[in-house]
């Protein structure tokens, strides 16, 4: 058994794309943990999304063993978390498992919006904290800048920064034996009851669901038997190990130690992030303080192009849920798009990566209908109800006020783009909070509806910034404000699916905008149809299609049947990719593009 001394749990920390997966990947790789043989760029990112996308999303962990300079072994438990602000929560949770993080910031960029996010989960969590300045290779990398700006920014010692390349391994070793030298090393005691914390769990399609714990006291076996604390079930550990990053099984965990166990466990619902695992018998009764489970703030409609696929689209949403407690489901019916699910994610990204996952693993045609927050509605007899979709708003006769979630958003932007910023922020019914300058970047604070955020403000603030600005957010409660529900009919019928919850003032600019763009995107029909923005029974905004007989066979003149016929094939293909209103065809890219703002 490794004596406490000897081992180190340690995070790494960093925004979107300063390198934190390289690293990792020269960790592992100077210490030969993997054969070279073996060596996949990116061993972390294991799903194919992550790897597109370049992505980390899911935390993962990986043991290293280490000879050290001074010629003892170490035993070096690194957790990668992810790196997007919708995947804060498992940040900050995977923080609690370890002593210490690596805070990479590249060294051509400085710190970012996430930097500091993600460094002041490391800080809550009390962590001995390593600043290493990577992409040193680069000729536009300016250590000594990166270096004043982080104590400048967050206010920890930047001098003794560990300067990298993960790119050549310069500076691999040195980060290594920093990892030995600066980070503690845990706590815990043997003869203690077994308390270890569930830090995260997945589904196996061959192993059921695997725990990832950090053993605090105590000691694991393969063949004891476990209690959830939360929930009080009962399992028999069938397996335990660690990840060296392949699976690897292991006699027992002992204190200090991380890794995995499985113990025929059906779902991940049934494994609460922030448990506490002790033995059944002789176990200890007091549970580690616990984490709360990550809620999803951002609710859409996903229903099938094709209503047949609907069993489908069931099946594809229950397998995914397996595997991810923070993605919610329920059935929806609408009486535009037909049988669907309500779904919760924790923010847009993560919103994407499961239609994406549907739509591509699944081979299944999606309508999404728009992001929406959770809505308060404080009813007059006193009760509140909470509005998870705007077409089921209550009758406002019975409405005394509605509440919205507000975010605390920061921005990282230099200078030049600041002034654009600002109005993007505005336009979006934001109110600044704070406004500092480091060197020539400026970090704004506002307070923003999280509805106006949900959206496209990333592409928007991408595009209005060219890239450089960074962002991050969290939440900060609920606020009432005059907030009315829009409805849009089109040729008389009420599309449910394009209902939308907008604030009173900016109610007809933003229906005008939808009638517009919806007159563009719905292909005209053998008749007139108008397109209404409403809220109740009073119309905002108007625009009228006009009619057209849209005769694709009538550039074939004479009596070519065949190509006459491959036409109509052809026409009726693209019908397929719609739906039908009443009489009207709606293009699937409507219910989404109606939606975008242009400011
Ligand atoms: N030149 C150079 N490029 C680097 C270095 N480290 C990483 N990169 C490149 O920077 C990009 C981002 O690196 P990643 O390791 O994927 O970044 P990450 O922080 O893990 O990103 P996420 O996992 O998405 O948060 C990749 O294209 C890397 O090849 C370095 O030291 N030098």
Redesign the pocket.
Same mark, same amino acid.
């Given at each position: 058994m490794t004596p406490l001394s000897h081992i180190r749990n340690f995070s790494?920390v960093? @925004?979107?794309?300063?390198? #934190?997966?390289?690293?990792?990947?020269r960790l592992i790789q100077e210490t030969n943990t993997v054969s070279l043989r073996d060596m996949k760029?990116?061993m972390?990112?294991s799903m194919d999304i992550?790897r597109e996308?370049?992505?980390?999303i899911k935390a993962q962990t990986v043991r290293i063993n280490y000879t050290a300079q001074n010629g003892e072994e170490y035993i070096l438990n690194l957790i990668?978390t992810?790196? @997007?602000v919708d995947f804060a929560y498992e940040v900050s949770r995977s923080m609690r498992a370890v002593e210490g993080s690596l805070l990479?910031v590249?060294s051509?960029q400085g710190v970012e919006a996430?930097t500091l996010a993600n460094v002041y989960h490391a800080i809550d969590a009390d962590h001995e904290i390593v600043p290493v300045l990577? #992409?040193?290779?680069?000729p536009a990398s300016d250590c000594d800048r990166v270096a004043e700006q982080i104590e400048d920014v967050i206010g920890i010692d930047a001098s003794e920064a560990i300067r990298?390349?993960? #790119?050549?391994g310069?500076g691999i070793v040195e980060t290594l034996e920093a990892i030995v030298h600066k980070l503690p090393a845990p706590k815990g005691t043997q003869d203690a009851p077994l308390k270890a914390m569930l830090v995260d769990s997945w589904y196996d399609s061959y192993l059921g669901v695997i725990v990832l714990v950090r053993i605090m006291d105590g000691q694991l076996k393969k063949g004891d038997r476990i209690r959830m604390m939360q929930n009080g079930s009962v399992h028999h550990v069938d397996r335990i190990g660690v990840f060296r990053p392949a699976m690897t099984e292991i006699d027992s965990l002992n204190p200090g130690e991380i890794g995995f166990l499985t113990a025929s466990i059906k779902q991940v619902r049934d494994t609460r992030v922030g448990d506490t695992i002790t033995h059944e018998k002789k176990g200890t009764e007091t549970p580690l303080p616990g984490f709360k489970p990550a809620q999803p703030v951002v609710f859409c409609g996903l229903f099938p192009v094709d209503a047949a696929e609907f069993e489908d689209l069931r099946d594809s949403i229950e397998k995914l849920a397996l595997n991810d407690a923070s993605f919610s489901f329920e059935m929806e019916t609408s009486a535009a798009l037909g049988f669907g699910f309500r779904c919760g994610f924790l923010g847009l990204l993560h919103l994407e990566v499961i239609r994406d996952r549907i739509e591509r693993e699944y081979d299944i045609d999606l309508i999404t209908t728009a992001p929406s927050v959770i809505y308060d509605i404080h009813m007059k007899d006193g009760t509140v109800e909470q509005l998870h979709n705007p077409a089921d708003m209550p009758d406002l006769t019975f409405v005394d006020h509605i509440e919205e979630p507000r975010i605390k958003a920061t921005i990282l932007v230099p200078d030049e783009y600041l002034g654009d910023v600002l109005k993007l922020c505005q336009d979006r019914r934001g109110i600044q909070m704070d406004l500092t300058y480091a060197g020539s970047r400026a970090m704004v604070v506002y307070d923003l509806p999280l509805n106006e955020v949900v959206f496209d403000f990333y592409d928007r603030l991408k595009s209005v910034t060219k890239g450089y600005a960074s962002f991050d957010y969290q939440m900060i409660g609920y606020r009432q404000d005059a907030l009315v529900k829009m409805s849009i009919l089109v040729n008389d019928e009420p599309v449910d699916a394009l209902s939308t919850m907008v604030h009173r003032d900016r109610a007809e600019m933003r229906g005008r905008a939808m009638v517009e763009k919806l007159k563009d995107l719905i292909p005209r029909h053998m008749f007139k149809i108008p397109i209404q923005a409403a809220i109740g029974g009073k119309v905002i905004a108007r625009e009228t299609l006009s009619a057209m007989r849209k005769d694709v066979t009538a550039k074939c003149y004479g009596g070519d049947a065949s190509r006459k016929r491959k036409l109509l094939d052809k026409q009726k293909a693209g019908k397929k990719k719609m739906r039908q209103f009443g009489k009207v065809d709606i293009p699937q890219e409507a219910f989404i593009s109606a939606l975008k703002m242009d400011s």
């Open positions: 790494i960093a @925004h979107i794309d300063h390198g #934190k997966s390289t690293l990792a990947d760029a990116q972390l990112d992550e996308r370049g992505i980390t990668d992810p790196g @997007h990479v590249d051509t996430q990577n #992409k040193i290779d680069l990298v390349s993960a #790119k050549t310069q």
